[in-house]
């Protein structure tokens, strides 16, 4: 685990890696891990995903300090938490949602999801996850209008996503799979370019803020399932779109360890899991995308798994009950 400094206390907090580094530090990475895939938001789909981002951000900071500030509590905002959590709310969703929304999801998603359950490291799920799936229970609307925007300069394009057309059997081959690695395709703002999620996921890598294990056994699992279990028939399904199109690659690269688990092969069980459920939705499921829904069923799942599969401590040796009395 990530052992983390939070003034004179030391905090264990996801993402978990063995080395002693200030929770400010490794959010900061992760900000800067973030930023290719924002500057390509802004630059397919305009301006407009730059002020839902600082919509997020800035509506994040203040929740977290006016509720801190208000109940008296140590004061965190200065750690970057929050201001990952903005980042991450505001590329789950698509250039076109109204600022109210993105707003109404980050203050429920920093005081109801991370501040209610004791801040960081203590949320049971990740907090821009949940900030999204409120939206999606209560205003689908708010963030279901997709469009494109081609470098050429031309005017937005309503379209559904590429993964959307893929199930339901409609062509999407103008968007070639160039397209998808860049992100030249409509989506949310963080989730198109794959291209640039990579580029801010070997960032992290060098870092070495993330869990490749965790982050591999997701990818591998959804595509496994989404090839051999296609609606075209067995082993014939379309890993390049599955893995370019959609929210995978932003989920499993900046989503997948954000877990309360200490334990790296706990991480990994819960990867395939969130992996099988992202895949079972994607196939089966009413909607194109599972990647929100694989990962927090994961989140809320990761105590009972933590319990069950318990880890090793080497050098001690368990007596039974009997034995003791």
């Given at each position: 685990m990530m052992k983390l400094k939070v003034g004179k206390e030391l905090h264990e907090?996801?993402?978990?890696?063995?080395?002693?580094?200030?929770?400010?530090?490794?959010?900061?990475?992760v900000v800067i891990a973030m930023m290719p895939a924002l500057l390509g938001a802004v630059f397919f789909f305009g301006i407009n995903s730059l002020i839902l981002v600082l919509t997020a951000v800035t509506t994040c900071v203040l929740s977290e300090y006016i509720w801190q500030r208000s109940r008296k509590e140590q004061l965190t905002v200065s750690d970057w938490s929050a201001v990952v959590t903005g980042i991450l709310i505001a590329f789950n969703v698509p250039s076109t949602t109204p600022i109210w929304a993105v707003m109404v999801a980050s203050i429920f998603a920093i005081i109801i999801v991370k501040q209610f359950f004791g801040g960081i490291g203590s949320n049971f799920a990740n907090p821009a996850l949940m900030g999204r799936a409120l939206l999606?229970?209560?205003?689908?609307?708010?963030?279901?209008?997709?469009?494109?925007?081609?470098?050429?300069?031309?005017?937005?394009?309503?379209?559904?996503?590429?993964?959307?057309?893929?199930?339901?059997?409609?062509?999407?081959?103008q968007f070639s799979k160039w397209d998808m690695f860049i992100g030249n395709i409509p989506g949310s703002l963080g989730e198109t370019s794959a291209l640039l999620l990579l580029i801010g996921f070997a960032y992290l890598c060098y870092r070495r803020v993330v869990n490749l294990a965790a982050t591999g056994a997701y990818i591998s699992t959804v595509l496994l399932i989404t090839f051999i279990f296609a609606k075209d028939g067995l082993f014939k399904g379309d890993i390049l779109t599955n893995l370019l199109s959609g929210g995978l690659i932003?989920?499993?690269c900046f989503m997948m360890t954000d877990y309360a688990s200490v334990a790296p092969r706990v991480k990994?069980?819960?990867?395939?899991?969130?992996?099988?459920?992202?895949?079972?939705?994607?196939?089966?499921?009413m909607l194109p995308e599972g990647v929100s829904y694989g990962i927090l069923i994961a989140n809320c799942l990761s105590g009972l798994i933590e319990a069950i599969i318990r880890p090793h401590i080497y050098g001690v040796r368990l007596k039974k009950q009997k034995d003791r009395t």
């Open positions: 907090v996801s993402p978990h890696i063995e080395i002693n580094r200030s929770t400010k530090v490794i959010m900061q990475d999606i229970f209560l205003w689908p609307s708010s963030i279901s209008n997709y469009v494109t925007t081609f470098t050429s300069g031309t005017d937005a394009i309503s379209s559904a996503t590429v993964l959307g057309l893929y199930k339901s059997g409609s062509d999407f081959s932003l989920g499993a990994v069980i819960l990867a395939v899991i969130a992996g099988l459920i992202t895949a079972g939705i994607r196939l089966w499921g």
